[in-house]
């Protein structure tokens, strides 16, 4: 069936230091790809998406490419901050029902 | 306002009592979802609904039951809360009859079942 696998947390990291997030997908066909972040009390938000092969999806500065022939999608960030601590979560979904996520990778930015 | 409200934000509720956790959309948007989040797990899918009286179960639907009269409104009932429900509930939408791919979700509720 269709899943999600992302590292594990939590990443811990310095302010302005390079951010990478792996996230792996098992999938038949061609499914829409997604980030999403979860602030401390809050419920998810999407950060980024991309919807086909090849295609990258960017915001607030991070970044992650569709990879059909790896099928990953990372999440990437040239310079951290610390309001970017939270927890990251890497989902999957055609045009139905089925949203698959991983289990989510918690963020700390020190500063 | 605009958006998706859950309520309660917070409950604790006692073994075997039934609970029912709300759910408000003001968009419109035909599919609407409950999962659970809990620790290793991320989000599970509880139960979904494609519209205004038709729902179907997701992954871990036992113990749960659903009902949407209303296209806005969505709630989640536990019937007899155990344990093991013990967890961050989210609702969410989609627009998925417009093409949208997006989910939108709730600020969720944390229940503790003592």
């Known amino acids: 069936g269709n899943s999600v696998t992302q590292m594990e947390g939590p990443v811990t990291l310095s302010e302005e230091a390079f951010l990478t997030i792996n996230c792996t997908y098992t999938?038949?066909?061609?499914?829409?790809l997604f980030w999403y972040v979860q602030y401390p009390g809050e419920g998810l938000q999407l950060l980024l998406k991309?919807?086909?092969?090849?295609d990258k999806g960017s915001n607030k500065g991070f970044e992650a490419t569709y990879r059909k022939e790896t099928t990953s999608f990372h999440l990437e960030k040239g310079s951290v901050q610390v309001s970017d601590s939270a927890v990251y979560f890497c989902?999957?979904?055609?045009?139905?029902?089925?949203?698959?996520f991983g289990a989510g990778t918690r963020l700390t930015v020190k500063p | 306002d605009a958006g998706i409200t859950q309520s309660p934000r917070y409950k604790i509720t006692e073994t075997g009592r039934q609970v029912t956790l709300m759910c408000h959309q003001t968009?419109?948007?035909?599919?609407m979802f409950w999962y659970r989040q809990d620790l290793g797990h991320g989000l599970r899918l509880i139960y979904y609904s494609a519209a205004a009286d038709i729902t179907d179960k997701g992954e871990v639907p036992d113990g749960y039951v659903v009902s949407r009269s209303k296209t806005e409104n969505f709630p989640l009932t536990l019937e007899s809360a155990t344990r093991s429900q013990t967890s961050v509930y989210f609702c969410a939408s989609r627009a998925l009859d417009r093409g949208g791919t997006e989910a939108f979700f709730g600020q969720g509720t944390r229940l503790t079942v003592v």
């Open positions: 991309a919807t086909k092969a090849d």
């Open positions: 999938a038949t066909g061609y499914p829409s």
């Open positions: 989902a999957l979904s055609y045009n139905n029902n089925d949203m698959r």
């Open positions: 968009w419109s948007h035909s599919y």
